[in-house]
């Protein structure tokens, strides 16, 4: 049973209590992970690309730890706060290329929640071709609660959301940050995901995580 869908009378209040203290201590559940990306660096560190950059605010975060830094983004309004986010940091980039028109190589790949917007299998086939030796790709990504183990993963992500939000925010928000992410739900489930991973990237790590999203980490092991 999906827990979000359920109309059982006590599930309908609880996720209306939820939504409520949600509202009043937003947070940015992306953002929340780029410590662990910066925790997990590959350690040759020439170029990185992070595709789907959003309000640039990684892409700012890696700039004084790699010799240049690409951020990527279909979406215009995301590229222009993002180009005026980093405007002052030389050795950052913005554009609205696709992975099939990037040369690489990067010695690190990012994507924050960004996956599920794409073509799985021709986007890790990419990946694939666009990673230096030694080089790592990041990922940060929703997925459909759909097995057992799925289900208890996001009723423990929605109980810990609203606590994580007033730690982080105790002081109720007046307004919600702007403008608001392009936003699409996940089809593909983490079962899935972990074997179509290890098809495409063999040796990936993927892990389930609070706030509603996975970790995927790949090392290509090639050697020059």
Known sequence: MDIRASTNPMTVRARSCLDRLNAR?????????????????PEQRR?????????????????????HVEGTD?????RDV??????????????AH????LAGPYDLITMVAVLHHLDLDRTLAQIR??????GRFLVVGLAPPVSTADQVWDLTSAVANPLIGIVKHPRPAATRLAPQFPVMDPTIPFDELCARFAAELPGSRLRRRLCFRYTAVWTNAQVI
């Open 25 to 41: 201590h937003p947070w940015s559940h992306n953002d929340h992970f780029h410590g662990w990306i910066l925790r997990n660096l």
């Open 47 to 67: 170029r990185a690309l992070d595709v789907g950059c959003g309000r640039g605010a990684l892409i700012a975060a890696l700039a004084d730890r790699f010799a």
């Open 74 to 78: 279909h979406d215009q309004t995301m």
């Open 82 to 95: 993002a180009t005026q986010r980093t405007a002052e940091l030389a050795n950052v980039t913005v554009t």
């Open 98 to 101: 696709q992975l099939d028109e």
């Open 129 to 134: 071709r666009l990673l230096a030796p030694g």
